[in-house]
């Protein structure tokens, strides 16, 4: 059974700092990772996602990196905004099943 | 471009009541799937569905039943309506291979 972790579970940083998110999984058969931002009572939103044969996707201020064999990604904010504070969830698409397997997702704060 | 709309935005159900939560895509995606989010549980596949007139339980799918009869449009129902199944649902839809776009969601209170 696949099974994704974010750590750290909540990041409180201020304006400016460069931070990244980590996200595990445990079934490295993916077609893909996607990474999403959630805000307060709000649906998600698509940020970046990475294939199966991809290294990394860049968005903006927005890099995320995939290794696949060791079951690992991480999302890089670059010179983070008070904007950017939300809820941020990453999502593996497993081979064998036709569904997403999401995070608990990481809550971020930034501070002006 | 509108993506993925889910109506209705928010209701309040009373237990034992019934409704249909409807999604449609316009971007021509072959899968579409329900899931609802707790607090503390995280997103969770209720159902979903590779094609037109096709559905599959997901992870939690005792409730809940869903119809594809269009391609574009993906219903989920509550027969009986009961406090456990108060949260927010989603819908999303997809291409075998790629991302999926998320609707905004429903805000659903069983009291």
């Known amino acids: 059974k696949q099974e994704v972790t974010q750590i750290p579970a909540a990041l409180s940083v201020p304006e400016g700092e460069n931070l990244v998110l980590n996200c595990s999984f445990t079934?490295?058969?993916?077609?893909?990772l996607q990474w999403f931002r959630q805000d307060p009572g709000k649906g998600l939103t698509s940020l970046l996602l990475?294939?199966?044969?991809?290294r990394e996707q860049t968005s903006g201020r927005l890099n995320a990196s995939l290794d696949k064999s060791s079951g690992r990604s991480t999302l890089y904010i670059a010179a983070s905004q008070p904007g950017d504070s939300a809820t941020y969830l990453c999502?593996?698409?497993?081979?064998?099943?036709?569904?997403?397997?999401f995070g608990t997702g990481t809550r971020l704060l930034v501070s002006p | 471009n509108a993506g993925v709309t889910q109506t209705p935005k928010f209701r309040v159900l009373k237990t034992g009541q019934s409704m249909t939560l409807l999604c449609a895509q316009d971007?021509?995606?072959?899968?579409m799937y329900w899931y609802r989010q707790d607090p503390g549980m995280g997103l969770r596949l209720i159902h979903y569905?590779?094609?037109?007139?096709?559905?599959a339980k997901g992870e939690v799918p005792d409730g809940y039943n869903v119809s594809r009869l269009k391609k574009q449009n993906f219903l989920l129902g509550l027969e009986s309506a009961a406090p456990s199944q108060t949260s927010v649902y989603f819908c999303?839809?997809?291409?075998?291979?790629?991302?999926?776009?998320f609707g905004s969601g429903t805000r659903l209170t069983i009291v």
């Open positions: 079934d490295s058969a993916i077609y893909n």
């Open positions: 569905s590779v094609g037109e007139g096709t559905t």
């Open positions: 990475i294939q199966s044969s991809q």
């Open positions: 971007m021509n995606h072959e899968y």
């Open positions: 999303a839809s997809s291409l075998e291979a790629y991302g999926y776009t």
């Open positions: 999502a593996v698409k497993v081979v064998s099943f036709q569904k997403l397997v």
